[in-house]
T-cell receptor, first 115, second 115 residues
Framework: AQSVTQLGSHVSVSEGALVLLRCNYSSSVPPYLFWYVQYPNQGLQLLLKYTTGATLVKGINGFEAEFKKSETSFHLTKPSAHMSDAAEYFCAVRFSSGSARQLTFGSGTQLTVLP | DGGITQSPKYLFRKEGQNVTLSCEQNLNHDAMYWYRQDPGQGLRLIYYSQIVNDFQKGDIAEGYSVSREKKESFPLTVTSAQKNPTAFYLC??????????????FGPGTRLTVT
């Protein structure tokens, strides 16, 4: 079955440190990949997406992600964490064989930024 | 401003009552979705609609109903048959037809509490 796995339900980093949030998917066909951010009691906001082309994708708020087909991964990074980055992050995948409209979401990673 | 509105932000109901959550979009998007979010479980798809007067069940449709009488509106009714209705409900929409639909845009959510 096609699935999305986010390793680590909670990640803590110090302000100014590297942020690395992991996402792996299971599919033999490269899918479309997304990262969303959710602040408390709010909806999800799109951070970045990979569809085709360059495998390193830059998004908003200084985040970027790299699609690695051989590793079936799409990890999210930011060189220097800011207090305002504290939120929950969701990886989402649109599998090619699935419905044209549906996304499969990972279970989320809560990012805490320590002063 | 274009976007998705959900109302109300917070909703309280007694057990055994049906309740309808509103979702309106002015993005002129074809597709609309309803998700349920519970802590630690990510987002689960309840229903989705690709066109007016048509909708499909998602992964957890039991105890819920929807309608799509207008392109911009996709209300969700949580019926008394839903065994555990307390959750955060998110509405989303996406543009495109066929295989072109990509990212989904989310509303701010409605937190439903049933006692």
């Amino acid at each position: 079955a096609q699935s999305v796995t986010q390793l680590g339900s909670h990640v803590s980093v110090s302000e100014g440190a590297l942020v690395l949030l992991r996402c792996n998917y299971s599919s033999s066909v490269p899918p479309y990949l997304f990262w969303y951010v959710q602040y408390p009691n709010q909806g999800l906001q799109l951070l970045l997406k990979y569809t085709t082309g360059a495998t390193l994708v830059k998004g908003i708020n200084g985040f970027e992600a790299e699609f690695k087909k051989s590793e079936t991964s799409f990890h999210l990074t930011k060189p220097s964490a800011h207090m305002s980055d504290a939120a929950e992050y969701f990886c989402a995948v649109r599998f090619s064989s699935g419905s044209a409209r549906q996304l499969t979401f990972g279970s989320g990673t809560q990012l805490t930024v320590l002063p | 401003d274009g976007g998705i509105t959900q109302s109300p932000k917070y909703l309280f109901r007694k057990e055994g009552q049906n309740v309808t959550l509103s979702c309106e979009q002015n993005l002129n998007h074809d597709a609309m979705y309803w998700y349920r979010q519970d802590p630690g479980q990510g987002l689960r798809l309840i229903y989705y609609s690709q066109i007016v007067n048509d909708f499909q069940k998602g992964d957890i449709a039991e105890g819920y109903s929807v309608s799509r009488e207008k392109k911009e509106s996709f209300p969700l009714t949580v019926t008394s048959a839903q065994k555990n209705p307390t959750a955060f409900y998110l509405c989303a929409s996406s543009q495109g037809v066929g295989g072109l639909a990509l990212e989904q845009y989310f509303g701010p959510g409605t937190r439903l509490t049933v006692t």
